[in-house]
């Protein structure tokens, strides 16, 4: 009997470590996701600001 008991809170023990990576993983997913997410709307943010610098500069160069 005690083996059985053993042998069920070393595979509840397995699973649940094996449910908390999962989860761990998920959850790094889903931050480096919004991470992207942050840096393509800064990203577009920059390139349709009126202000700049690099536009100027690539319309200043063509008057050259």
Known sequence: MTKIIVLVM???TVLLGYVAYID???KKHREML???EDANQ???EA????H???KHLTSWNRQM
């Open 47 to 50: 390139e349709n600001n009126p």
């Open 34 to 36: 919004k991470i992207i």
């Open 10 to 12: 070393l595979t509840v």
């Open 24 to 26: 761990s993983e998920k």
């Open 42 to 44: 800064s990203i577009h």
């Open 52 to 54: 700049n610098y690099s």
